[in-house]
Each structure stands twice: as C-alpha cells, then as structure tokens.
C-alpha cells in the first residue's frame, strides 16, 4: 500500500468515460444517439415551456362554448385551427400543453432545487461533522424512507391546501433523502483523505474546506441525483395535481388535463392523451439522461 | 445465530423510530389542520357547547400533554371517529383494508411471476431481440406515470377493445386493469433488478467452473445462478411491495376501487381527517413491517450482511 495516490480523483469523470465507452463497445454509439434525442427533447420542452406566451397559438384559459370537444384538425374550427382539439370547455389542448410544460419543469426545478438545497446541506454536515448530528440526521433520514412519502405529501397538502409554494417544498422534501445519503458517505472518503489534512494543516477554514475543496469533488454525483429526481418530482406534481391536490384550475397542468379529460376519454379521448403522453416521454427521457450521466460520471452510484 | 439477533434488533428498533416519527408528523399536521371543533357542531351553536366539545376531545389541555394522549390513543389504534360515517375512524379503514388487500397482492403476484423469468430470460439472452425490447418495455414501466398507464390501459382494454370492465370491484375481469397498471413498476423494476443481479452472478469464477465441468447450460442457470441472484432480488421485491401501498392510492381513485386508497382521497375533499390519518398511519406501520420482513429473509438469505 505504498500507492495512496488514486489513479483519478473523483471529479475527473473522463478517465471512467473513456472506459465506460471502451466496454460498451458497438452499443455505444446507439445509446449516445438515444440519449442525444432524450436531452434535446428535454432542452426542447425548456424552450418550449421558457417562450410559452410566444408559442401557445391561443390564450389556454380562454373558452369557447362554440367549440367544445373539437377533434384535432388542421382546419378552423370557430375561427381558429386547434392542431390537437379542444377540451370540455372549447379551450385549444396545444396551448394548455405548452403552458403545463412551464408549470411542470417550473414545479420540478424548484422541487429538485428545495431538495437539493436540503439534502446535501444535511448530508455535508453529517458526513463532515459526524456524532450525533450525523446520527440525527440519518435516523430521519431511514425513518422517511421507511414508509411511502406520498401518502404523507397528501395528507400534508390536504391540510394545508393546495399552492404552489407547498407544492414545491413538498415534493422538494420528498425527495431530500438521496442527495443526503450519498453526500454523506462521499463526504467520509473525502474527509480522510491527505489532501484535506494538508489544508486542516496549512490553517484551512471548516468553509473553506467544504466550499473550495469537498463540494467540488461531489459535484458530478450532485447532479446525477437531481437529474433522476427532476423527473421524480415531474411525475409527483402530476400525479398530485390529476388527484385535485396540486396545481389548481383554471391554471393548465398535464396532470390536470388528464383528469379533465377522464370523463370523456370515450369521445374526446385527446384531451387526457395528449398531456398524458408528453409527461410520459418527459419522464423516460429525462430518467434516461440520468441514468446515462450516473453511468458517465459516477458508476459508483448503481446500487443506490 | 447471535449476530444475527443483533442485526434483527437493530431493525427492529429502527422500525420503532419511524413508526414513532410516523406519528409525531400525523400529531403535526393534525395540529395544523386548524380547529376541528366547528366542524362537528352547528354554525349556530352557543360558546358553552363548543367549550365542551372542545374539552371533550382533549383540546383545553396544554399541547405537550394532547402530544402524549395522542401517542397513547394511536398505540391502541384510536384516531376518532369519522365524521362521515359516523363511527370510529379505524373500524372504517379496517372495512376497506381487504379490497386494498386483494389488489396489492394480486399486482405484486403478476409482477414477480411475470418480472423474475423476463429478467432471467433477457440476461441468459443477453442483448438477444427479446432482452433488448423486453428492457426497453421495462425502462418505460419504471417511468411511466400509474395514473396515465391506468387511463391509457382504460382508452385502450375498455373503451376501444372492449374487453375490460372500465371501473368498479366485483369479478375477475375487475381486478385485471388495476392489478397491471398498479403492478408495472414493480413489474419494470424487478425484472431490471433480476436480469443484472444474473448478470452479476454469471461473471462469477464459479460459474465459469461449472460451465467447464461441462454442465449444461440450463443446470448452470438452474442451480449456480439464481441462488445467488436471489439476495438482490428479494430485496427489490420487498420494496416494491411497500411501494405498492402509494401506488394504490391513484389506481384506486383511476378504477374506482374501493380500497383505503380511494378513501383517503374522498376523506380528504370532505375533510374527515380522522380517516385521513388513520390510513395515512396503517400505511406507514404495514410499510414499515413488510421492510423489516424482508430486512429478516435477507438476513437469513446472506450471511454476509448479518453483522452490524
């Protein structure tokens, strides 16, 4: 054990890129052109979801009584051409799907952003500081894991009425767990390493330490958690709001949509479909990158 | 056997801990929830009748002590009664457990009868036509999300095809829709689990030995592999299985089944919080038991594991 000096430091994902593209041989190109099409899907729906105002061809909220439950047609139908028809209510489903894109990734970031925030806050401190804040910090943590989230979001939401705000600290918290586990158990490798007791030596600060020195080496990790839980908390906005508990009419959101759209899934059945599909390819495709950055930058996290 | 006492006791008391945080957050959100008493009386009723309302629920007393007369009443399975139904909030729920039951168990049976053989298939079968679709069907199912699956198998098995009933719990043909939309995650997860776990397994230098030997390939699978590859996947099992129970709550409200899934939501619109929290806690507390059964079969499986 003369060799402490690791042949890559944890933030140099390319040495393991390198590798991981040498095994996968003749799939690889195959799977870079896949996920490719995943992450432009998913940078098409930012844009799309950012420029909303611009790209809905009408106003989503506007109703038209004249033309309820138009089919999806090239042609006008009360003046105006509905690419994917109208709902119950004669509002243009196109237009509630660009806006829904906007509250969904708005809803995800901030979720993905609450959690972050939250998780790795408590996974660098009970990695870092250990003793009773880590013991603390990680019997909540097992304990939340222990039971099933959801339910308790609902109860949560149910008593304090639906919004967005607890909408987003909600689903943000439900998800704070991850990035606190394996912070936590980097931040321990991390910890012991000479190179941290070599600036502790030099008179180093704790924040200096953490800020300049920890958190860059668990970067990469950071953000193949939050991508994986961008389309967690996607999907939770969605089921919550198709349950009545998260975005509140008359606002578009897909999970929404596809309620409205339940009671006439026989005759308009693209009221439901339409939004109901494109959170289901958000869904596989931002999952995708995820797993394809976890495979990239950190193989180590797998098993988690 | 001592070590393993050990590590029984450590999950045991860690079942106890989120069992208890389980209650002190529904305690919490009961407390934010606002009055209740003006819910149970008329909008014309006089101060003296709700003090006494409010005394008797407890609500005069100081928090710390309503804190402690709540944990003693949960230890006994009282939450109140409904308001609705007008009877104690936990005989309800317990009314509705079996149909939630009947649609757990089912989903998770199709899911591991149908998940274990793909996922052993697609790794035997490695990058063959069937691992490839079969995995590419799973990465799907695991991202899926259940209350689109459930309307879309709705558009397609009922109201296009015909051949299910839509909603409702009554004969076989009922169950068939929920237990599928709800069993495809775990449907999706497990067989991604079991085909790498064999994967794993076949990498093994004991596998290559007996290959070597000349046994033949389906005695290698048979007896070397899936002894092996049953750890991670029984724990996957396990999991899937709690997480079945969040799962229900949309495909009950999607098929209309009535199970406490379904319940918790309508108590929800109509503000029966007694029931809320008493499904809310049966949920955690069988959650919570299922994982610390298979903490155990995992702890008899591997002996690997059983120190610490």
């Known amino acids: ?304 | 056997m001592r070590p393993f006492l050990q590590f029984l006791g450590t999950r045991l008391l860690r079942a106890l801990v989120a069992v208890w945080l389980v209650s002190t957050v529904v305690f919490g959100v009961m407390r934010l929830s606002g009055d209740p008493v003006p819910l149970l009386l008329p909008p014309d009723a006089p101060r003296s009748e709700y003090a006494r309302v409010a005394a008797e629920l407890g609500l005069d007393r100081p928090l710390p002590v309503q804190y402690v007369i709540f944990l003693g009443n949960t230890l006994r399975g009282d939450f109140g009664r409904s308001l609705h139904f007008r009877a104690p909030a936990m005989e309800v729920v317990a009314g509705y457990l079996p149909a939630t039951l009947e649609l757990g168990l089912t989903s998770f049976a199709i899911a591991v009868i149908v998940a274990v053989p793909v996922g052993l298939l697609s790794a035997v079968k490695r990058n063959s036509l069937l691992d490839q679709s079969a995995m590419a069907v799973a990465l799907v199912g695991q991202s899926a999300p259940t209350f689109f699956l459930g309307i879309l198998f709705i558009l397609l098995f009922s109201l296009k095809a015909g051949w299910l009933p839509t909603s409702g719990r009554g004969t076989l043909a009922h169950l068939v829709l929920p237990a599928l939309t709800l069993g495809a995650f775990a449907m999706a997860s497990i067989a991604r689990l079991t085909r790498s776990a064999v994967l794993e397994v076949l990498r093994q230098d004991y596998v290559r030995t007996a290959r070597a030997k000349g046994l033949a390939e389906w005695l290698v699978v048979a007896k070397h592999t899936l002894k092996n590859a049953a750890v991670p996947i029984v724990t996957i099992t396990g999991l899937q299985f709690g997480g079945l129970l969040g799962g229900a709550v949309v495909t009950e409200t999607v098929f209309a089944w009535p199970g406490i899934g379904r319940l918790a939501i309508q108590s929800i619109y109509s503000r029966d919080y007694p029931i809320v929290q008493a499904v809310v806690f049966l949920s955690a507390l069988l959650f919570i038991v299922i994982n610390l059964a298979v903490d155990v079969v995992y702890g008899l499986l591997d002996p690997r594991i059983r120190p610490r």
């Open chain 1, 1 to 304: 054990m003369a060799s402490s000096i690791p042949a890559s430091v944890p933030a140099d994902g390319t040495a393991i890129a390198d590798a991981a593209e040498a095994r996968a041989g003749r799939g690889a190109r195959r799977t870079r052109r896949l996920v490719a099409a995943g992450g432009a899907f998913v940078a098409l729906l930012a844009v799309v979801a950012l420029a909303a105002p611009w790209l809905a061809p009408q106003d989503p909220v506007r109703q038209s009584l004249r033309a309820r439950l138009a089919a999806p047609t090239l042609e006008a139908v009360d003046g105006k051409a509905h690419l994917l028809g109208t709902d119950h209510l004669g509002r243009d489903v196109l237009s509630r799907v660009i806006w829904g894109a906007r509250v969904s990734l708005l809803v995800g970031f901030a979720a993905v952003g609450v959690g972050g925030i939250v998780g790795a806050g408590l996974g660098l401190l009970a990695g870092y500081r250990g003793g009773w804040a880590d013991t603390v910090i990680m019997t909540v943590a097992d304990a939340q894991l222990a039971f099933p989230f959801v339910l308790l979001a609902i109860g949560i939401i149910a008593v304090l009425g639906p919004s967005f705000p607890t909408l987003i600290v909600v689903i943000g918290l439900s998800g704070w767990v991850a990035y606190a586990r394996v912070l936590r158990s980097q931040v321990l490798v991390l910890r012991s390493r000479e190179f941290v007791d070599a600036i502790q030596a030099l008179g180093g600060s704790v924040p200096r330490i953490v800020g300049r020195h920890i958190v860059p080496n668990v970067l990469s990790s950071l953000v193949v958690i939050a991508t994986l839980e961008l389309a967690r908390a996607v999907v939770l906005e969605a089921t919550l709001s198709f349950l009545g508990l998260g975005i509140q009419p008359p606002t578009p959101s897909w999970g929404g949509m596809v309620q409205e759209g339940r009671e006439y899934l026989d005759t308009a059945w693209w009221i439901s479909t339409c939004p109901g599909l494109i959170l289901m390819l958000t869904s596989v495709a931002v999952s995708r990158t995820g797993d394809w950055l976890r495979d990239l930058l950190d193989p180590t996290l797998r098993g988690e």
